[in-house]
């Protein structure tokens, strides 16, 4: 089954793309070590994971175990790659994000949902925006340079839109009393993905509820200077760390 995989003649060609996208790979193995120098900085005891890319015939984008990470490079093409116009399971919003520079941030947030996502407490709407919130932060740490944009995987466009947007997206959540809904069906509309975030403007990007739960822990930590990373991380009272975020936009 493995020859078959390896000799097809689409994941051949496949891996022609991907060795000639990605001829300069050594950028992006720097940024990928610089974002690790702050982790260790971060978390001084925990050991460093080992890095490995690969072409995986359109699978997951980034794999990891417990000190392994995978980069499947080949859902990193470009927007325009042909062969993603032909993934039926393969959405446009998806296609947006299926660029190199992508490649980083994914790899941040993969280690963050990897070390920290069995801690997730979240029971409500709100549990679950400052939990991915915690996760964002967690990129921010990694990656202090990078543009919010890149790190989120919204366009320059949706991520205005939500700037702008914020203080009645938030009136929006509170008056409709969803930060404590812990419907499913709520929580999938606000976090998950998709081409717009259901219930509001079709101009609005998909994971507000993402947006909206990072301000509010950038806030917080805004206001906590004395807290660490790793507090942060540990801390599963989403309740208090709003409270104590004093966040109000308008």
């Known amino acids: ?27 992006i193995t720097s940024q990928i070590n610089k974002a690790f120098q702050y982790y260790q900085y971060h978390f001084p005891g925990k050991e460093l994971p080992t890095f490995y890319a690969y072409v995986s ?9 417990e000190n392994i990470i995978g ?19 393969t959405p446009q919003y998806k296609i947006l994000n299926m660029h190199k520079k992508k490649i980083v ?14 801690m997730n407490k979240a029971t409500n709407l709100l549990g679950n925006m400052i939990h991915q919130g915690k996760m964002m932060y967690f990129v921010d740490a990694l990656l ?27 009136l929006h959540l509170v008056e409709k009393k969803m930060l404590y809904s812990s419907s499913r069906m709520d ?39 004395e807290i660490t990373l790793p507090e942060l991380m540990q801390n599963t009272d989403y309740q208090g760390i709003l409270n104590s975020s004093g966040y109000f936009p308008e």
Not at 73 to 89: M, P
């Open 1 to 27: 089954l493995m020859m078959t995989f390896v000799e097809d003649t689409m994941i051949q060609h496949v891996r022609e793309l991907v060795e000639t996208e990605f001829a300069g790979f050594d950028k």
């Open 57 to 65: 015939g359109f699978n997951q984008s980034v794999v990891t175990t």
């Open 71 to 89: 980069i499947s490079l080949d859902k990193y093409l470009g927007r325009d790659c042909s062969y993603y116009r032909k993934l039926v399971t």
């Open 105 to 118: 941030p994914d790899v941040a947030y993969a280690w963050a949902m990897t070390e920290f996502d069995e």
């Open 144 to 170: 202090p340079e990078m543009h919010d944009s890149l790190k989120i995987g919204y366009t320059k466009k949706q991520l205005e839109w939500c700037k702008k947007n914020e203080p009645q997206m938030w």
């Open 187 to 225: 929580i999938v509309r606000y976090i998950n993905d998709g081409p717009y975030t259901n219930g509001f403007p079709l101009e609005s990007p998909a994971r507000t509820g993402i947006w909206i739960g990072w301000q509010i822990v950038r806030q917080y930590m805004k206001k906590h200077p």
